[in-house]
C-alpha cells in the first residue's frame, strides 16, 4: 500500500502539470485536441484522489500502524467512524481531503451541462489546476500522508479526546467544502479577466457556486458552534478563537459579495468591487489554511507548529499578486460602461452600506486575529485580544447590518422618496417600538438588548410586510387562495424569497446571540450528595456520583435532577471522559436541559473521595434560537439553489468566435 499511495500521489503531481500545460497550449493555438486532453486528464486526476482517499480511508480503518498518520491518530480502541474521521484529523490527511475537492470541484465544472462547448472552461481549470499542483506538491514533498514509521508500534496513540465527537464528522468536512468551493468563484472571475469579458454573464454562471461554498461554510460555523458549546464544557459556542475567526471572514465577505453582484446585475455597477471581494474571499480561505497549519498564533483549532505554514504564506502572496495584476490590467475595461448612484435614498445604496459593515466586520475580526503578531513584532510580546474585544467591537456592527436588513427589502431602486419611506416603514417602526416596550414591561431594562430586538423586530417585520404585498398582489390577479398565492410567488422567484428567508434565520440566530450574551447567569458550587444548587428559578439537587466503562473510556458522572418554580424537569447527567490510552486532560460531556427559553447547562467540575463534587451551573437564554436560525439559513440558501429557472449559459464570450481546430 505504501508504494501504490506514494506512486499514486507523484502521479497525480505529473497528471495534474501535464493538464495545466496541455490547456496551455490549447488556449494559445486554439486547438481543441489539446483541451480535451486536458479536460481528461482533469477526470483522471479525480479518479487518482479517489483512490488515494480509499488507501488511506482502509489503512487507518484497519490500524495499519506502519504508516505513521494512521499511528499518530488512531488507536485499536477507537470507534471506526472516528477511525475514519482521522483522515482530516491531521496534516497529510486534511491536504488529502482538500485536494479531493479540488479535483472533484474541477470535474464538475469543466463536465457541467452549462459550460460545454464554453470557451472559458480552459481558463477556469488552468487556475483551479494551480491550486491543486501546489496541494500535490505538498502531498509528495512535506505533508505524506503514507509515510512509513522507522519501528511499528504495537499500538497508535489515538485521536484526540475532544475530536471524539460527532462535530468531528461534520465540522471539518462542511468547511473544507466551503473553502474550497471559493476557488471555483475565483477561477471564474479571473478567466473573465484574462478574456476581457467583464459584464455580468460570468457572475451569473457562477452564482450558484457561490451559494454553495457559503452554504458550506455557514455549515461548518454553525455546526463548529454547536460542537463548542457541548463539548469544550466553557458555557460559549463561539470564543473568538484564531481559527474561528479564520472561518467567519470568508463568510463575511462572501455575503458581501452575494449582495452587491445583485446590483452589477442590475445596474452594471460594483465591478471592480465585486472582483476584489471574490479575490479577498479567496484570500481569507488561504489566509485560514496557514493560521491552522503555521502555529504562529494558539488554537485548539490549530494542527500545530509545521513548515506548512511557510509554503501557505508564499503560495497566497503569489495568488493574491497574480489575480491583483490581471484586474488592474483590466481597470480601464473594468469601469468602462460603469453605472452611477442616483441617489442615497436607493436599494443600490442600501446594498453598498451593507457591502461597507461586512467589510468592516472583517477587518475587525482580521485585525483583532492577528494582533498578536503584530504587538510581539513590534513590542516583543504578545499581546492576546479576547472575547470581550470582539463583542464590544462586532455587537454594534451586528446591529448596524440588521437595521440595513430592515431597510433593504422596502426601498426602491434608483431613488426613493419620503412619501415612499413613509409609507414602508412607519407601521413596522412603531410596531417595533410596542416590541421594545413590551420587553420593558417584562422586566428587560438594558439599553442594549432593548434595542437589539427593536432592531430585529423591525427587520422581522419588514420582510413580512414584503412578502405580504407580494402575496397579496398575485392573489389580486390570480384568485388564489393566500397559501397557494404564497408557494407559488416563492416558487416563481426562488433567489428573492430564499434571500429573505436566509434574512429570517439570520434573525432568529441574532436573537439567540443578544439573548445569550446579555442574560446569561452562572454559579460554581460544591455539594454533598442530597444538597441542592438554587440558580434564580432552578433548583438543581445532586443526587448521585457514579463511575462507569465506554469501550476503553472511563467515566465519571453526576445525576442531577431540575426543577423550576417548583415544577419537576427532569434530570441531566454531566460527565467527564478519560481516554484509556491518552494522557491528555479528560473530555467534558455537559449536562442540558434545553427550550425555546433557556438551556440549563451543567459541567462536572471535580469531585472527591467522599462523593462532594464542584459543579458549573449556567443559564444560557434563547440559544435553541441559535441553532434553529442557522437550520432555516440552510433551508432558505438551499431554496435559492434548486430548481427554478436559470439563465441558460452560451458560449458568447470572444474566444467562442475563433476558430478551434
Given at each position: 500500500?505504501?508504494?501504490?499511495?506514494t506512486?499514486?500521489?507523484y502521479?497525480g503531481?505529473?497528471?495534474?502539470?501535464?493538464?495545466?500545460?496541455a490547456?496551455?497550449?490549447?488556449?494559445?493555438?486554439?486547438?481543441?485536441?489539446w483541451i480535451?486532453?486536458?479536460?481528461n486528464?482533469?477526470l483522471?486526476m479525480?479518479?487518482?484522489s479517489?483512490?488515494?482517499?480509499?488507501?488511506?480511508?482502509?489503512?487507518?480503518?484497519?490500524?495499519?500502524?506502519?504508516?505513521?498518520y494512521?499511528?499518530?491518530?488512531?488507536s485499536?480502541?477507537?470507534?471506526?467512524?472516528?477511525?475514519?474521521?482521522a483522515?482530516w484529523a491531521?496534516?497529510?490527511?486534511?491536504?488529502?481531503?482538500?485536494t479531493f475537492?479540488?479535483?472533484?470541484?474541477?470535474?464538475?465544472?469543466?463536465?457541467?451541462k452549462?459550460?460545454?462547448a464554453n470557451?472559458?472552461?480552459?481558463y477556469?481549470?488552468?487556475?483551479?489546476?494551480?491550486n491543486?499542483?501546489?496541494f500535490?506538491?505538498?502531498?509528495a514533498?512535506?505533508?505524506?500522508?503514507?509515510?512509513l514509521?522507522?519501528?511499528?508500534?504495537?499500538e497508535?496513540?489515538?485521536?484526540n479526546?475532544?475530536?471524539?465527537d460527532p462535530?468531528?464528522?461534520?465540522?471539518?468536512v462542511?468547511?473544507y467544502?466551503?473553502?474550497?468551493?471559493?476557488?471555483?468563484p475565483?477561477?471564474f472571475?479571473?478567466?473573465a479577466?484574462?478574456?476581457?469579458?467583464?459584464?455580468s454573464?460570468?457572475?451569473?454562471m457562477?452564482r450558484r457556486?457561490?451559494?454553495?461554498a457559503?452554504?458550506?461554510?455557514?455549515?461548518g460555523?454553525v455546526i463548529?458552534g454547536?460542537?463548542a458549546?457541548?463539548?469544550l464544557?466553557?458555557?460559549g459556542?463561539w470564543?473568538?478563537?484564531?481559527?474561528?475567526?479564520?472561518?467567519f471572514?470568508?463568510?463575511l465577505t462572501v455575503?458581501?459579495?452575494?449582495?452587491s453582484?445583485m446590483?452589477?446585475?442590475?445596474?452594471?455597477?460594483?465591478?471592480v468591487?465585486?472582483?476584489s471581494?471574490?479575490?479577498?474571499?479567496?484570500?481569507?480561505?488561504?489566509?485560514?489554511?496557514?493560521?491552522v497549519?503555521?502555529g504562529v498564533?494558539t488554537?485548539?483549532?490549530a494542527?500545530?507548529?509545521?513548515n506548512?505554514?511557510?509554503?501557505?504564506l508564499?503560495f497566497?502572496?503569489?495568488?493574491v499578486i497574480?489575480?491583483m495584476?490581471?484586474?488592474?490590467?483590466?481597470?480601464?475595461?473594468?469601469?468602462?460602461d460603469s453605472?452611477q448612484?442616483e441617489?442615497?435614498?436607493s436599494?443600490?445604496?442600501s446594498?453598498l452600506?451593507?457591502?461597507l459593515?461586512?467589510?468592516?466586520?472583517?477587518?475587525?475580526?482580521?485585525?483583532g486575529?492577528?494582533f498578536?503578531?503584530?504587538s510581539?513584532?513590534?513590542?516583543g510580546?504578545?499581546?492576546?485580544?479576547?472575547?470581550?474585544?470582539?463583542?464590544?467591537v462586532m455587537?454594534?456592527i451586528?446591529?448596524?447590518?440588521?437595521?440595513?436588513?430592515?431597510?433593504?427589502?422596502?426601498?426602491a431602486?434608483?431613488?426613493?422618496?419620503?412619501?415612499?419611506?413613509?409609507?414602508?416603514?412607519?407601521v413596522?417602526a412603531?410596531?417595533?417600538?410596542?416590541?421594545?416596550v413590551?420587553?420593558?414591561?417584562?422586566g428587560?431594562r438594558?439599553?442594549?438588548?432593548l434595542?437589539s430586538?427593536?432592531?430585529v423586530s423591525f427587520?422581522?417585520l419588514?420582510?413580512?410586510?414584503?412578502?405580504?404585498r407580494?402575496?397579496?398582489a398575485?392573489?389580486?390577479?390570480?384568485k388564489?387562495?393566500?397559501p397557494?398565492a404564497?408557494?407559488?410567488?416563492m416558487?416563481?422567484?426562488?433567489?428573492r424569497?430564499g434571500?429573505?428567508?436566509?434574512?429570517?434565520?439570520i434573525a432568529?440566530?441574532?436573537?439567540?446571540i443578544i439573548?445569550?450574551?446579555?442574560?446569561?447567569?452562572?454559579?460554581?458550587?460544591?455539594?454533598?450528595?442530597?444538597?441542592?444548587?438554587q440558580?434564580e428559578?432552578?433548583?438543581v439537587?445532586y443526587e448521585?456520583?457514579?463511575?462507569?466503562?465506554?469501550?476503553?473510556n472511563d467515566?465519571v458522572?453526576?445525576v442531577?435532577?431540575?426543577?423550576?418554580?417548583g415544577?419537576?424537569?427532569g434530570k441531566?447527567?454531566?460527565?467527564k471522559?478519560?481516554?484509556g490510552?491518552?494522557n491528555?486532560?479528560p473530555?467534558?460531556?455537559?449536562?442540558?436541559?434545553?427550550s425555546?427559553?433557556?438551556d440549563l447547562?451543567?459541567?462536572?467540575?471535580?469531585?472527591?473521595?467522599?462523593?462532594?463534587?464542584?459543579?458549573?451551573v449556567?443559564?444560557?437564554?434563547?440559544?435553541?434560537w441559535?441553532?434553529?436560525?442557522?437550520i432555516?439559513?440552510?433551508i432558505g440558501?438551499l431554496?435559492?439553489?434548486w430548481?427554478?429557472?436559470?439563465?441558460?449559459?452560451t458560449?458568447?464570450?470572444t474566444?467562442?468566435?475563433r476558430?478551434?481546430?
Amino acid at each position: 500500500m505504501y508504494i501504490i499511495g506514494t506512486v499514486t500521489i507523484y502521479l497525480g503531481l505529473v497528471i495534474s502539470i501535464y493538464a495545466l500545460i496541455a490547456f496551455i497550449i490549447g488556449i494559445r493555438k486554439q486547438n481543441q485536441s489539446w483541451i480535451n486532453s486536458g479536460k481528461n486528464s482533469v477526470l483522471m486526476m479525480f479518479f487518482i484522489s479517489s483512490i488515494l482517499m480509499t488507501l488511506l480511508f482502509l489503512a487507518l480503518g484497519t490500524d495499519q500502524y506502519q504508516f505513521k498518520y494512521v499511528s499518530t491518530y488512531t488507536s485499536s480502541d477507537l470507534a471506526l467512524i472516528y477511525k475514519l474521521c482521522a483522515l482530516w484529523a491531521g496534516n497529510a490527511g486534511s491536504l488529502l481531503l482538500w485536494t479531493f475537492f479540488l479535483t472533484m470541484y474541477n470535474a464538475m465544472v469543466i463536465f457541467s451541462k452549462k459550460m460545454k462547448a464554453n470557451p472559458m472552461v480552459p481558463y477556469i481549470s488552468s487556475i483551479l489546476l494551480g491550486n491543486t499542483i501546489f496541494f500535490y506538491f505538498l502531498l509528495a514533498t512535506t505533508a505524506k500522508p503514507f509515510e512509513l514509521n522507522e519501528v511499528i508500534p504495537r499500538e497508535g496513540n489515538g485521536l484526540n479526546p475532544m475530536l471524539q465527537d460527532p462535530g468531528m464528522i461534520l465540522h471539518p468536512v462542511t468547511l473544507y467544502l466551503g473553502y474550497v468551493g471559493m476557488a471555483v468563484p475565483f477561477a471564474f472571475a479571473i478567466a473573465a479577466l484574462m478574456l476581457k469579458n467583464v459584464d455580468s454573464f460570468w457572475i451569473r454562471m457562477t452564482r450558484r457556486w457561490t451559494l454553495l461554498a457559503w452554504l458550506f461554510l455557514t455549515l461548518g460555523n454553525v455546526i463548529g458552534g454547536w460542537w463548542a458549546y457541548l463539548e469544550l464544557g466553557w458555557g460559549g459556542y463561539w470564543a473568538w478563537d484564531p481559527v474561528e475567526n479564520a472561518s467567519f471572514m470568508p463568510w463575511l465577505t462572501v455575503t458581501a459579495f452575494l449582495h452587491s453582484v445583485m446590483i452589477q446585475e442590475r445596474k452594471q455597477m460594483l465591478k471592480v468591487w465585486n472582483l476584489s471581494l471574490i479575490i479577498l474571499s479567496y484570500s481569507l480561505t488561504l489566509f485560514g489554511t496557514f493560521l491552522v497549519r503555521s502555529g504562529v498564533l494558539t488554537s485548539v483549532h490549530a494542527f500545530g507548529d509545521s513548515n506548512l505554514g511557510t509554503y501557505f504564506l508564499i503560495f497566497m502572496a503569489f495568488a493574491v499578486i497574480f489575480a491583483m495584476y490581471v484586474m488592474m490590467s483590466r481597470y480601464q475595461l473594468l469601469k468602462k460602461d460603469s453605472g452611477q448612484f442616483e441617489s442615497f435614498l436607493s436599494k443600490e445604496s442600501s446594498f453598498l452600506i451593507n457591502n461597507l459593515i461586512l467589510v468592516g466586520a472583517t477587518f475587525a475580526v482580521f485585525w483583532g486575529t492577528i494582533f498578536p503578531l503584530v504587538s510581539e513584532a513590534v513590542k516583543g510580546t504578545k499581546v492576546t485580544v479576547g472575547i470581550p474585544f470582539f463583542n464590544t467591537v462586532m455587537s454594534p456592527i451586528l446591529l448596524g447590518l440588521m437595521f440595513v436588513m430592515a431597510v433593504c427589502p422596502l426601498i426602491a431602486w434608483q431613488k426613493s422618496t419620503v412619501k415612499n419611506l413613509q409609507k414602508n416603514f412607519v407601521v413596522p417602526a412603531l410596531l417595533s417600538i410596542i416590541v421594545a416596550v413590551i420587553l420593558f414591561v417584562f422586566g428587560i431594562r438594558g439599553a442594549y438588548p432593548l434595542v437589539s430586538f427593536g432592531i430585529v423586530s423591525f427587520m422581522l417585520l419588514t420582510h413580512l410586510l414584503e412578502i405580504y404585498r407580494g402575496v397579496r398582489a398575485r392573489r389580486s390577479v390570480t384568485k388564489e387562495a393566500y397559501p397557494v398565492a404564497l408557494v407559488r410567488l416563492m416558487t416563481k422567484n426562488r433567489r428573492r424569497y430564499g434571500g429573505y428567508t436566509v434574512h429570517f434565520g439570520i434573525a432568529l440566530m441574532a436573537i439567540g446571540i443578544i439573548g445569550s450574551q446579555n442574560f446569561d447567569v452562572e454559579t460554581m458550587k460544591t455539594v454533598a450528595i442530597g444538597e441542592t444548587i438554587q440558580l434564580e428559578n432552578f433548583k438543581v439537587t445532586y443526587e448521585e456520583l457514579g463511575q462507569k466503562r465506554e469501550g476503553m473510556n472511563d467515566v465519571v458522572y453526576a445525576v442531577l435532577s431540575v426543577e423550576k418554580d417548583g415544577k419537576k424537569l427532569g434530570k441531566v447527567i454531566p460527565e467527564k471522559i478519560f481516554f484509556g490510552n491518552n494522557n491528555q486532560p479528560p473530555s467534558t460531556r455537559v449536562g442540558l436541559l434545553s427550550s425555546w427559553e433557556e438551556d440549563l447547562y451543567t459541567v462536572l467540575s471535580t469531585w472527591e473521595a467522599d462523593k462532594r463534587a464542584t459543579f458549573v451551573v449556567r443559564i444560557n437564554p434563547l440559544v435553541k434560537w441559535i441553532w434553529t436560525g442557522g437550520i432555516v439559513v440552510i433551508i432558505g440558501t438551499l431554496f435559492a439553489i434548486w430548481g427554478g429557472k436559470y439563465n441558460q449559459i452560451t458560449p458568447r464570450y470572444t474566444g467562442a468566435e475563433r476558430k478551434v481546430s
